[in-house]
């Protein structure tokens, strides 16, 4: 490995998801009431993404990790506030609706022409990287239709580990269903890869880091290109939150001998 | 017409996702009066389509080189287009596993089709094809249909009966492929967990899940890592239930805090885990916070253990909540289950 690899990482902003999300309607498809004032965090999934190509930039000499966003250039700047003292990166912002209810063709179109923009952009060294879903669709389509539109042939999704050899080939580690990885191999890259979770911890916030990305992400945010990025071609009949609250029954000052025989009996039932 | 897109496991058998979106297909051609074909990618695809030749298809294609004996982003995707483009389908149903949801959407884009995943209901209204998915992490239901076709819908597992019936013969048809030259992946294996070890069981009928508070001081003002761990695995054993976690238990390991190492980041249910389906689901030592409570949309029936009366689980989250040291309660609970 010579070059190192040039890791783009999609990820954008989600609410917070500690907040109430309530959909509205609107003559542009389905939002969510006061969607302009909800806090973001970076999507959950993107994150793990975007700390293990920092982690790999860092083990790989001549890496390179861009943070490629599309999202409202407002709400974009506040969330670089925090994520830009994770890890070193440089964002390439695209300025358009985060919102759940896009088109995820139309966003992945509008991905993929920022990337294939990226001045210096070497397919042959590319590791395209991001969530194996996001929080607001959760669909886990557009990564592998970015990839399609860049001719990227080897995809991953739900990868949970990467490691790399010298020469550049790396073995991927699936999740698949019943608790189990599906091992491959590949060759080098182009490739894609949507992560899970990934191992790292989330990285404490370093200043430096901070600053140092922060002199890319203002530059960035201004010369960001506007988006247009819709429902497309899906017409929504109905969004709702379904009414499941439980009445629940609280036991209290009860034995465990008999919290734990109705438990049981529960559970054979 | 609708095709319904299958693939078969390692034994030539056809997955129980994959039969319950032939009953999803069946049902859907029966309510639009549509043809119904089968696509089926994989070891012994021929033996598959025999297996389910009474569902009432008018043709069986099949892509079963050796290219797909194994699960691998560029072969699937070229053979799933294929079978699409060849079908002429409109509507095209596939089950939403593991190896459909590394390949479909890339298919879907090759074969000029638009996919939408996690489906969990598909049905005909007023002349139209309406599709149900969940967004924002199982906050919000939408209902929606694509005024473009072919349109691919991934179903999730769990929403429909599984499609049975007496195996016949299907007169299946092998379609041609360009697989293009060598494959840059190779597929190396499937790395599980040994038998007694598993605590994943996506079948299991009880969901237990985990919280931190195993892991945390308890009335003697200790830790009792190692005691929370056995109870918990007694109970899985005992009970047959599959193990879920809340994020921070999981996160404890990497950050270095004496934690519960059986239990891993597949584990974690919720915001950034998975949503399982389970009849039953306990929680213990968990708080019910809400990024972990959207994990448990599709659990039935579902009760708590937890110190704190006033916790998530007792705002209209479980049907029971035992205010109770789990500790206690579980130990009791495994003894009784033992006997």
């Known amino acids: ?269 | 017409m609708i095709l319904t897109l299958l693939h078969t496991q390692d034994d030539g058998s056809l997955p129980k996702a994959a039969l319950e979106t032939v009953s999803a297909a069946i049902s859907l051609a029966q309510e639009t009066g549509a043809e119904l074909k089968v696509g089926i990618i994989g070891n012994d695809a021929a033996g598959a389509a025999n297996a389910i030749s009474a569902c009432g298809a008018s043709a069986f294609l099949t892509v079963s080189a050796p290219e797909v004996a194994s699960p691998r982003y560029a072969t699937d995707a070229a053979a799933a287009a294929a079978l699409i483009k060849t079908s002429g389908a409109e509507i095209i149903l596939a089950p939403g596993t593991s190896r459909f949801a590394r390949c479909l959407p890339g298919a879907a884009f090759r074969a000029g089709a638009q996919a939408d995943t996690h489906v969990v209901s598909v049905k005909a209204e007023g002349g139209k094809v309406v599709a149900q998915r969940w967004f924002y992490r199982q906050r919000i239901l939408g209902s929606f249909t694509r005024n473009a076709t072919p349109w691919l819908l991934m179903i999730d597992s769990g929403v429909y009966e599984p499609f049975s019936a007496a195996p016949g013969m299907a007169a299946a048809t092998e379609a041609a492929v360009e697989f293009g030259t060598e494959q840059k992946t190779k597929f190396s294996g499937i790395e599980a967990p040994a038998a007694d070890a598993q605590t994943i069981r996506p079948d299991a009928q009880l969901l237990f899940v985990a919280g931190a508070g195993w892991t945390k001081k308890q009335k003697d003002g200790q830790t009792h890592v190692g005691e929370a761990g056995s109870l918990i695995q007694g109970f899985l054993k005992l009970a047959k239930a599959s193990l879920g976690s809340s994020k921070s238990i999981v996160d404890m390991q990497s950050e270095g805090q004496e934690a519960l190492t059986f239990i891993t980041h597949m584990n974690q249910v919720g915001q950034t885990g998975s949503t399982p389906r389970h009849a039953k689901g306990l929680s213990t030592c968990c708080h019910g916070e809400e990024p972990h409570v959207v994990g448990w949309r599709f659990i039935n029936e579902r009760r708590a253990v937890n110190l704190d009366p006033n916790c998530g689980w007792a705002q209209g989250k479980a049907d029971v909540l035992y205010v109770a040291d789990a500790f206690e309660v579980m130990s009791k609970v495994n003894e009784m289950l033992q006997a």
């Not at chain 1, 608790?179 to 979770?197: D, E, F, H, K, M």
């Not at chain 1, 290109?225 to 499941?244: C, D, F, L, M, S």
């Open chain 1, 1 to 269: 490995m010579t070059n190192g690899f040039q890791i783009v990482v999609c990820g954008s902003l989600v609410p917070d998801p500690l907040q109430t999300l309530e959909p509205v309607s609107s003559p542009q498809g389905p939002g969510l009431k006061n969607e302009t004032m909800l806090p973001s965090v970076l999507d959950p999934w993107a994150a793990c993404a975007l700390y293990e190509a920092a982690n790999l930039a860092k083990q790989i000499p001549g890496s390179k990790v861009y943070l490629v966003s599309l999202g409202p250039k407002a709400k974009l700047q506040q969330l670089m506030m925090t994520v830009a003292q994770k890890v070193p990166f440089e964002l390439v912002a695209v300025d358009g609706s985060a919102s759940g209810f896009t088109d995820a063709q139309q966003v992945a179109e509008q991905l993929a022409a920022a990337i294939g923009a990226i001045p210096g952009l070497d397919k042959s060294r590319l590791l395209l990287f991001g969530g194996c879903s996001s929080a607001s669709r959760d669909a886990g389509v557009t990564l592998q239709l970015i990839g399609e539109r860049l001719g990227i042939q080897d995809q991953f999704t739900a990868v949970d580990e990467l490691k790399v050899a010298d020469d550049g080939s790396f073995t991927v580690k699936e999740r698949i269903e019943g608790g189990r990885y599906q091992v491959s191999t590949c060759t080098g890259a182009p490739a894609v890869l949507a992560w899970a979770t990934g191992s790292l911890p989330e990285p404490p916030n370093n200043p430096q880091v901070g600053m140092m990305n922060m002199r890319g992400v203002m530059p960035a945010l201004m010369k960001a290109r506007k988006a247009e990025v819709n429902t497309g071609a899906v017409a929504y009949a109905a969004t709702e939150i379904p009414a499941q609250k439980r009445d629940t029954r609280i036991v209290k000052d009860t034995p465990a001998e008999e919290i734990a025989r109705e438990i049981v009996e529960w559970i054979r039932r």
